[in-house]
């Protein structure tokens, strides 16, 4: 393997602090997998002499990541890649792709896929009578090998036929633009509460662990509710970020 000290490049000419540049070269390495979870890193001392930095400049480098969940110091072993951090634009986009579009390795498990009487909830999202079927997908999402999101999607019946097959190879919208869906605007939800036993067990996370919870309505350009979501993650692996203009 390449060594790590090859694949950072130092501006000394840029207004840029030097720790954060080293920081954010590792950052990318970790999050487009040219760093896998598990690989050692040489020591502060050894990567700071190659690259032509002071001591204290690569530990803060290092330690910026520390304090990011991206690299963990363990005794005995030395610095280690962790599973790296999904971070999330808030876009009309689906899990699947952003995973995929990042060299996240994404995989799923259908848990369940069913024609089923919407909960009333999903019947207000969707816009349908009470008592109206719905299709209900439960998948779970994984990134780089470790589970990440639990997913519960509700379709108005008849709007998409698909298998699990299907679902486990391509992500929904994906399914959905492919069947002549065409997603125009979504209305969306963000907030966090703690797992229950049985998400706790399917994400490996301790029971009461924090969860972020995203919940979606997505409407197509006819303006028709076409899809209703209610997402767990792992708090510990997965943010979203958004961008605020001054008005």
């Known amino acids: 393997m390449t060594p790590v000290s090859e694949l950072i490049r130092i ?3 840029s207004p ?18 040219h760093l896998t979870p598990g690989t050692r890193l040489e020591n502060e001392v050894a990567l700071a002499d190659q690259l ?14 520390v304090d990011k969940g991206m690299l963990v110091r363990k005794r005995g072993v030395g610095t280690q890649v962790v599973h790296a951090r999904v971070r999330r634009t808030v876009e009309l986009t689906s899990l699947y792709e952003d995973l995929d579009r990042t060299h996240q390795q994404p995989r799923t498990d259908v848990l369940s896929l069913a024609s089923v009487t919407a909960p009333d909830e999903v019947a207000v999202a969707l ?23 639990l997913m519960r999607n509700y379709l108005p019946a008849g709007l998409l036929r698909i298998s699990a ?15 002549g869906v065409n997603l125009r605007l979504a209305e969306q939800t963000i907030g966090a509460r703690r797992a229950t036993a049985a998400e706790a067990k399917a994400l490996g996370e301790p029971r009461g662990a924090p969860l972020l919870t995203m919940a979606r309505t997505a409407y197509d350009d006819a303006g028709r509710a076409v899809e209703f979501g209610q997402h767990a993650y792992r708090a510990s692996l997965y943010s979203f970020e958004l961008t605020l203009v001054a008005r």
């Open 11 to 13: 501006d000394r000419s």
């Open 16 to 33: 840029v602090p030097l720790y954060f540049q080293v920081a954010r070269r590792l950052e990318e390495l970790i999050a487009t997998g």
């Open 52 to 65: 032509g930095l002071s001591r204290p400049t690569m530990r803060q480098a290092i330690q910026y990541l």
């Open 127 to 149: 816009v349908l009578p009470s008592g109206a079927s719905v299709l209900a997908v439960e998948r779970l999402r994984y990134a780089q090998g470790e589970p990440l999101a």
């Open 165 to 179: 097959d299907d679902l486990r190879d391509r992500g929904l919208y994906q399914l959905m633009r492919a069947a």
